[in-house]
């Protein structure tokens, strides 16, 4: 498009000069004062915000953060940007004694030395108590998510993280879209907190859901997608985190329980939406023990994860050894009676094996059993509290004697592998599962050195890696007839004591243990880690420091 141009003079003319020229000159000369005029004005604007941040941002990072967060121990009511409800004071503290210690541990930015629980304290909390809608936004919206993960299905706080999340993003759309007030640190700071709440709500949608395509697409399972598998004992610690495994993998799972009045948390908490779409159902097996107790809980499953068994440390192997070897003839009964059934998988235990103590240079094989818990457990009476542990041993070995038994005899239809895990740690999905005896943690938590002292040392592995590993012992097609060792970290109380001091530094623990050692006994775990690579698309055992901070950065962990 061509340029039209008009010259005007402005001075000096040398013949008379029209009406129109004047007009024209005069409007030149007055649009060239006031652009003057714009230029200043806009120059004194930017030096008054430039000033104004400045003071803004100095006020905002001085050391009054700190003096602040005492504030707020003694006296909360006095020093928040907003009062908060009874509610909502729960949500502040939760954030400040669960995920500003999980934080400092987990984030990727604090990987050098340094006080980074404070640090999040003094500059990020710190931050927010001081604007009401950052605190919204960073703080309790940030809270609910965390008690999301662990409870899906609460509406209550469903509904408050709907509001935490429209409030935030309502005064980060006013700050950024404002002409007059300039973005400051609180703004960022919404900003941040935002995104990262955007990718945690994605996250806590779709935990598995990325991993699990990845690592499945290009796997053939022993049983489709959408078969129904069968998991005894569905309340405990390592079943219910079995039968979330399949859930999340697109199976149905049938759960058996001693009793459905208290199994209810799983269809009413964790597990509602599957129950509600009926992938997953419960079903009574009050006595496992009792003839027939599987036998129309089999019906219509292609694979069963026997995970139930007496765990009642009762010293007496006349209450316990028995039954639990009954329990293991009846689901075997019933599983070749149904010819659906493709797949089982056993769980037993490293005591199966051996006893985890001091000086023992074992090589467990497949054929090693831990003959000296047997003779201990049915040694002749008193049964003392002390003999607790090798009678649950004794039941272990004799259980898992009796699967291989059977399996050489029968010669059954269906493919047997079996898992024998150490000490269990992690994840707990109910507040029973935090407060058992067996929870070594909650254990060095309470100082019950009672518990603690006959086993200075042991192994220990992640809830996750074992359920994974019950998942791939059912799906991988290869693992037949497989004793799946699965020890994970050699380790003492010592290492989980520095885990836990970083992780609650204003608690006072039990002093460390003098002489610290580590046991010699040893395994072949190579083909459980190649099934974690395989099914999950993990790379060796989750480290233990995460395993110590996921048992107690939960709401059912409640031990001060």
């Known amino acids: 498009m061509p340029r039209q141009f008009q010259f005007v003079s402005v001075s000096n003319p040398t013949e008379p000069v029209s ?84 934080s400092a541990m987990h984030c990727g930015l604090f990987e050098y030395p340094g006080d980074h629980h404070g640090q999040i304290l003094r500059d990020w909390v710190g931050l927010a108590i001081t604007d009401k809608n950052l605190l919204d936004a960073a703080v309790l919206l940030s809270a609910c998510r965390n008690i999301l993960h662990s409870k899906p299905d609460d509406l209550t706080l469903t509904q408050m993280t709907l509001q935490y999340k429209q409030r935030g993003l309502q005064t980060l759309r006013q700050a950024v879209g404002g002409v007059s007030s300039p973005v400051n640190i609180l703004t960022v700071a919404k900003a941040l907190a935002l995104s990262f709440d955007e990718h945690l709500e994605t996250w806590l949608l779709f935990p598995c859901a990325e991993k699990i ?87 219509g499953v292609l694979a069963v994860a026997h995970i139930a068994t007496i765990t009642s440390f009762d010293p007496d192997p006349n209450n316990v050894v028995p039954q639990t070897v009954a329990g293991v003839t009846s689901i075997l ?63 272990k070995v004799a ?59 042991a192994f220990f592995v992640d809830i996750h890696d074992i359920a994974l590993l019950h998942v791939a012992a059912i799906l991988d097609p290869e693992v037949k007839n497989a004793r799946l060792h699965t020890w994970g970290h050699s380790s003492q109380w010592n290492e989980f004591l520095a885990v836990l001091r970083k992780l609650r530094p204003q608690k006072e623990f039990i002093a460390d243990y003098p002489d610290p050692y580590y046991l010699t006994m040893s395994t072949d775990q190579s083909e459980s880690i190649a099934l974690l690579k395989k099914w999950a698309g993990q790379d060796g055992w989750k480290p233990l420091k995460d395993s110590i901070s996921e048992s107690i950065e939960n709401p059912y962990f409640q031990f001060q």
């Open 333 to 395: 009964k019933a599983a070749a009676e149904e010819r659906s059934v493709q797949q089982i998988v056993f769980t037993s235990s490293i005591m199966a094996a051996i006893l985890p103590l001091k000086g023992d240079d074992t090589r467990v094989a497949r054929d090693t059993w831990n003959e000296v818990a047997v003779q201990a457990a049915w040694a002749p009476p008193p049964y003392e509290p002390s003999r607790a542990m090798f009678t649950y041993a004794a039941s």
């Open 19 to 102: 009406s129109d020229v004047r007009k024209l000159t005069h409007s030149h000369a007055i649009r060239q004062v006031h652009a003057e005029e714009r230029r200043l004005r806009t120059q004194r604007y930017r030096r008054e915000v430039l000033r104004a941040r400045a003071e803004e941002n100095r006020a905002l990072l001085d050391p009054g953060f700190v003096s602040r967060m005492l504030s707020y121990g003694r006296d909360p009511f006095s020093t928040l940007a907003r009062p908060l409800s009874s509610q909502e004071h729960f949500l502040l503290d939760h954030y400040v004694r669960v995920v500003v210690p999980y």
């Open 399 to 457: 259980a898992e004697k009796e699967v291989w038994n059977f399996v050489e005899e029968n010669n059954p239809h269906y493919t047997v592998n079996v898992i024998c895990p150490s000490g269990i740690l992690g994840e707990p999905l109910h507040k029973k599962h935090a407060e058992t005896p067996a929870n070594w943690v909650a254990a060095l938590f309470k100082g019950d050195k009672a518990s603690l002292d006959p086993w200075p040392a």
């Open 213 to 299: 395509q990845c690592t499945m697409s290009s796997l053939t399972p022993a049983i489709p997608v959408g078969s129904w598998v069968l998991v005894t004992g569905a309340t405990g610690f390592v079943a219910s985190h079995v039968t979330r495994q399949f859930l999340e993998r697109g199976y149905k799972v049938r759960g058996t329980v001693r009793d459905l009045a208290q199994a209810s948390w799983l269809a009413d908490d964790h597990f509602k939406t599957y129950v509600e779409s009926g992938d997953l159902e419960l079903v009574a097996v009050p006595d496992l023990a009792a003839d027939g107790a599987f036998d129309e809980a089999v019906k």
